[in-house]
């Protein structure tokens, strides 16, 4: 099993620019996640999905879309980027089971000048 | 509101000698409370969870945490520190009914020679 993918792992934009980042796990898992990190802060929710074509709006939503097509993957998206989306960007994946453990991903480092 | 507050963002302790990060949380029912460990540029893994089971938890890498509800802590230990320690720590609650997690601002362990 590869876990939780992430692509891309580097990724440097210009501000306006928009991209798509990508999930993947391939351990069935009905929960998905995507976080940022950023220096001092932890890591904050920006949203998330309970299951295949549902998505929900998390702590920091602003500037982010996402969408869950397929139960495996989880897509986030940056329409219009800015310096502020500069960040380290999580994935995470969980079962629908009482353990609440996550599964992360290896991140993506995105900088936007 | 489940929140967390790690009392130290840095701690550096020599190679062989105990460790103690500190984690107090708030929740307003009884919470699932994990520790997460972050090496430099690398994902986050699980060490510990706490899922009201056994008050003393212990993980890997020689790792333990004691969930206090009286005091509302759960401080991550271990007896003696390792150079391969050294890594940022993050104390994690859960909250929602979609098993989301709110973290820490983090802890920075340095293992000194």
């Known amino acids: 099993n590869a876990g939780v993918t992430q692509t891309p792992k580097f990724r440097v934009l210009k501000t306006g620019q928009s991209m798509t980042l990508l999930c993947a796990q391939d351990?069935?898992?009905?929960?998905m996640y995507w976080y940022r990190q950023d220096p001092g802060m932890g890591l904050r929710l920006i949203h998330y999905?309970?299951?295949?074509?549902?998505?929900a709006k998390g702590e920091v939503p602003d500037g982010y879309n996402v969408s869950r097509l397929k139960k495996q993957n989880f897509l986030l998206g940056l329409e219009s980027a800015a310096p502020s989306q500069t960040s380290v960007y999580f994935c995470?994946?969980?079962?629908?089971?009482?353990?609440?453990?996550?599964?992360f991903g290896p991140g993506t480092r995105l900088t936007v000048t | 509101a489940q929140s967390v507050t790690q009392l130290d963002s840095h701690v550096s302790v020599s190679e062989g000698t105990p460790v103690l990060l500190r984690c107090n949380y708030s929740?307003?029912?009884?919470?699932?409370l994990f520790w997460y460990v972050q090496h430099p540029n690398k994902g986050l893994q699980l060490l510990l969870k706490?899922?009201?089971?056994?008050?003393l938890v212990k993980g890997i890498n020689g790792f333990e945490a004691e969930f206090k509800k009286s005091e509302t802590s759960f401080h991550l230990t271990k007896p003696s520190a390792h150079m391969s320690d050294a890594a940022e720590y993050f104390c994690?609650?859960?909250?929602?009914?979609?098993?989301?997690?709110?973290f820490g601002s983090g802890t920075q362990l340095t293992v000194l020679p």
């Open positions: 995470a994946s969980s079962y629908s089971t009482d353990s609440y453990e996550q599964y």
């Open positions: 351990m069935n898992h009905e929960y």
């Open positions: 999905s309970v299951g295949e074509g549902t998505t």
């Open positions: 929740s307003s029912y009884s919470p699932s």
């Open positions: 706490y899922t009201s089971a056994a008050t």
């Open positions: 994690v609650v859960t909250r929602g009914s979609a098993r989301q997690l709110t």
